[in-house]
């Protein structure tokens, strides 16, 4: 059986997320699923610092460049430039609501333009070997109907074009802010469902309001593909399940399990595996950040990223405090992110002693309180590297 291909999950082009670094950090968690550039306009691709807006890791493979534009030479050409930088695909952008990108003729608007958007990608793919992709919208404004839509992606389709990765609401263009866009108007996944009944030989990739993996299964009983944005930003760590849930049973592959090859942390529940694989990642990506920094980059610019790997248990309030407030003076990042570690596996060791306790009948129904009230002994904290710069307490 053909594996499943890289577009059956993929996370969304994010201006300001989902840049180079936060890529690589995804890629340490899921190698399989797709990643997209935030967007880039084509002729800032055509004039820009091509190094700094199109550079990437050969680890961020499979990557997608999002382009922004409307003038057939100028996509065409950027295209091909990026072909030749080695990305797997192109997608233009027909998606984004905002003023700046509305006065430049390119973006949701287009939407109502489906034979120049359909001239474009011809124009593009004319010029490249790669999938030269689309990402739209339902609708806009009042052209919101099924059958507009269908129009839509049929008469860019002509174009050669086989794949769509389709944010299933429709954009106000007036009156909404690009943040309103992406919540206000309803999700019409329907919409989408019934796209890939009428043209099964699309590929067809549900986007919007996608969190859970009970949503994303669902979705991909219907549709080819499910784009995760929000959801993969600030809770990467949905997508440690990604290339088991969602590749692995076509292609047969094991992928790397990160679970179960996690670094043995002493006094960590065995049964952590979340904590063990999200330790894992944030000392490769800690790594990684020692090496970009030494080449110039902040290590604010990537230390965001990291943020919202862990969530949701104790410590993570400390988790995102150390990584944030005190990034700044960190000497470096391997020693900030294990100040951080020590923190939430201290937690974890309180709570997974405290939960020992109340296992053992002991009576002491204050002890969750007392967890979380009490300064923890400094003898559960693992030694801190010296020299850290950090200012932390918990
Ligand atoms: C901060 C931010 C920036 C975005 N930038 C882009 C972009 O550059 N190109 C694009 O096609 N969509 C962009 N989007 C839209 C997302 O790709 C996605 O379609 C939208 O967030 C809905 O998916 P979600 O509900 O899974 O987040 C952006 C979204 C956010 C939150």
Redesign the pocket.
């Known amino acids: 059986m053909e594996p499943y291909p890289s577009q059956r999950l993929s996370v969304?082009?994010?201006?300001?997320?989902?840049d180079r670094h936060f890529r690589y950090l995804m890629r340490l968690i899921s190698q399989r699923s797709l990643l997209?550039?935030?967007?880039v306009t084509a002729r800032a691709v055509l004039h820009g610092d091509r190094g700094y807006l199109l550079g990437f890791n050969a680890a961020e493979h499979p990557l997608a460049l999002?382009l922004?534009g409307s003038d057939a030479n100028e996509l065409s050409e950027a295209s091909v430039i990026g072909e030749g930088l080695g990305f797997d695909e192109i997608?233009l952008?027909?998606?984004?609501p905002s003023d700046r990108v509305q006065s430049g003729r390119f973006?949701a608007c287009l939407m109502a333009e489906p034979q120049l958007v359909s001239e474009l990608i011809a124009a593009m793919q004319a010029r490249v070997a790669l999938p030269v992709t689309v990402?739209c919208r339902v609708g806009i404004d009042r052209q919101d109907s099924y059958d507009l839509f269908r129009e839509f992606i049929a008469e860019v389709a002509s174009s050669g074009c086989k794949r769509f990765?389709v944010?299933a609401?429709k954009a106000w263009l007036d009156g909404l802010s690009?943040?309103q866009n992406?919540?206000v108007p309803p999700l019409r996944y329907e919409f989408v469902y019934q796209l890939k009944q009428e043209f099964p030989d699309l590929e067809i990739s549900i986007?919007?309001?996608?969190?859970e993996w009970s949503a994303i299964e669902t979705h991909l009983q219907k549709v080819d593909g499910v784009?995760?944005?929000?959801?993969?930003?600030y809770n990467p760590a949905l997508m440690f399940d990604a290339d088991a849930r969602v590749y692995a049973d076509s292609s047969g592959a094991n992928p790397p399990d990160l679970y179960s090859s996690g670094i043995a942390q002493p006094g960590l529940p065995e049964d952590d595996a979340l904590l063990t694989a999200q330790i894992e990642v944030a000392r490769q990506y800690a790594a990684y950040m020692d090496e970009e920094h030494s080449e110039g980059v902040p290590l604010s610019a990537m230390c965001r990223h990291l943020v919202g790997l862990i969530q949701q248990r104790p410590g993570a309030r400390l988790w995102r405090r150390t990584l944030s407030s005190n990034v700044n003076q960190a000497p470096n990042a391997a020693s900030l992110v294990e100040t951080a570690i020590d923190l939430v596996v201290a937690h974890a060791q309180a709570s997974a002693s405290a939960n020992n306790l109340v296992d053992n009948s002991v009576e002491n129904n204050s002890v969750e309180k007392k967890i979380s009230s009490e300064p923890l002994p400094s003898t559960t904290v693992m030694p801190r590297q010296s020299g850290s710069g950090c200012n932390v307490s918990t």
């Open positions: 969304a082009p994010m201006m300001e997320l989902t997209f550039t935030e967007m999002q922004g997608n952008n027909v998606g984004c973006g990402k990765y944010h609401r690009p943040k992406r919540d986007n919007g309001g996608i969190t784009m995760l944005g929000r959801a993969a930003y």
